[in-house]
């Protein structure tokens, strides 16, 4: 009966002692292996591993992404305007081994070091920014600067930011009816500025559209003077030829085109002298070659 209870017993501690020399780390986890405290491997593979109990002990750590939230917090920006803003982060440990030595392992002293970090970082931006820049088109440009400056310094902690997001930004009361005021402002005078260019590119279309128009009006005259003086000496052409076969014909032609011109309906006066050579043709009493 002893010796079966001392079996039992032998068996019970070999149990315990395999337990205690064997574990098994998650791929979703870090492991760091100490022995008497100290670390002596922290890049443990995912599996089954043994350890000497007493000797060596083992921490596990998160491997995965992490996030901490920030409450609602003041901070200043260029104007020294206050503004509330909570934010989130997110983040993983990549360096086990640092992350162990700057944090003991805490993963509140962590989040604690990494929450400074980001304030620090958006203390920076919203330092060089007007309200409306932080709340309007250079949000993104913000974000960035905040992200690039936190995965810098957590980097010393074996941490990776892979994210900043602000959630809210919102304004004192006394601090919003001035900012609002002043983003109607800007908007006021962008829209001037469009308006502005607009017009000065209406008054280039009319003045380009008038000078064409001159240019056109002008070649169109040249071209028509052309013509007329081009009909005019082929009509003097003509003429003088006309003259040349018959000249006594063309004088009577001439004069009869006169007459009609000058008489026009007949409902006229002219006054002109009787002996004037104008009225030559009136006066004659038989056709050419005859008694007059």
């Given at each position: 009966?002893?010796?079966?209870?001392?079996?039992?017993?032998?068996?019970?501690?070999?149990?315990?002692?395999?337990?205690?020399?064997?574990?098994?780390?998650?791929?979703?986890?870090?492991?760091?292996?100490f022995r008497f405290g100290e670390i002596i491997d922290s890049e443990i593979e995912p599996g089954l591993h043994f350890k000497i109990p007493i000797v060596n002990n083992v921490r596990f750590y998160p491997n995965r992404i992490l996030t901490v939230n920030n409450p609602?917090?003041?901070?200043?920006?260029?104007?020294?305007?206050?503004?509330?803003?909570?934010?989130?982060?997110?983040?993983?440990?990549?360096?086990?081994?640092?992350?162990?030595?700057?944090?003991?392992?805490?993963?509140?002293?962590?989040?604690?070091?990494?929450?400074?970090?980001?304030?620090?970082?958006?203390?920076?931006?919203?330092?060089?920014?007007?309200?409306?820049?932080?709340?309007?088109?250079?949000?993104?440009?913000?974000?960035?600067?905040?992200?690039?400056?936190?995965?810098?310094?957590?980097?010393?902690?074996?941490?990776?930011?892979?994210?900043?997001?602000?959630?809210?930004?919102?304004?004192?009361?006394?601090?919003?009816e001035s900012v609002f005021n002043r983003m109607r402002q800007e908007r006021v005078r962008f829209a001037k500025q469009l308006r502005a260019e607009g017009e000065e590119n209406a008054e280039r279309i009319r003045a380009e559209a008038d000078r064409e128009r001159t240019?056109?009006?002008?070649?169109?005259?040249?071209?028509?003077?052309?013509?007329?003086?081009?009909?005019?000496?082929?009509?003097?052409?003509?003429?003088?030829?006309?003259?040349?076969?018959?000249?006594?014909?063309?004088?009577?032609?001439?004069?009869?085109?006169?007459?009609?011109?000058?008489?026009?309906?007949?409902?006229?006066?002219?006054?002109?002298?009787?002996?004037?050579?104008?009225?030559?043709?009136?006066?004659?009493?038989?056709?050419?070659?005859?008694?007059?």
């Amino acid at each position: 009966m002893a010796r079966g209870r001392s079996l039992l017993l032998l068996l019970l501690v070999l149990l315990v002692v395999g337990s205690m020399s064997v574990y098994v780390v998650d791929q979703r986890e870090h492991a760091i292996k100490f022995r008497f405290g100290e670390i002596i491997d922290s890049e443990i593979e995912p599996g089954l591993h043994f350890k000497i109990p007493i000797v060596n002990n083992v921490r596990f750590y998160p491997n995965r992404i992490l996030t901490v939230n920030n409450p609602e917090e003041n901070f200043l920006t260029f104007e020294k305007k206050n503004l509330i803003v909570d934010f989130f982060v997110k983040w993983r440990i990549v360096d086990v081994d640092d992350y162990y030595r700057a944090t003991g392992g805490e993963e509140i002293l962590a989040a604690q070091r990494l929450l400074e970090i980001v304030k620090d970082g958006i203390r920076a931006e919203f330092a060089k920014r007007t309200v409306p820049e932080v709340v309007s088109a250079e949000r993104r440009e913000l974000m960035d600067g905040m992200l690039a400056k936190a995965q810098h310094d957590a980097k010393l902690f074996g941490i990776d930011v892979v994210d900043v997001r602000v959630k809210r930004i919102e304004f004192r009361g006394e601090v919003s009816e001035s900012v609002f005021n002043r983003m109607r402002q800007e908007r006021v005078r962008f829209a001037k500025q469009l308006r502005a260019e607009g017009e000065e590119n209406a008054e280039r279309i009319r003045a380009e559209a008038d000078r064409e128009r001159t240019v056109i009006l002008a070649e169109a005259y040249r071209d028509a003077e052309k013509v007329r003086g081009e009909g005019d000496a082929r009509a003097a052409e003509i003429y003088a030829s006309a003259y040349e076969k018959d000249p006594e014909f063309y004088s009577f032609y001439r004069s009869i085109q006169a007459y009609r011109e000058a008489l026009g309906s007949g409902n006229g006066l002219l006054v002109v002298d009787p002996d004037n050579d104008f009225l030559r043709y009136l006066k004659e009493s038989r056709p050419r070659g005859g008694a007059r």
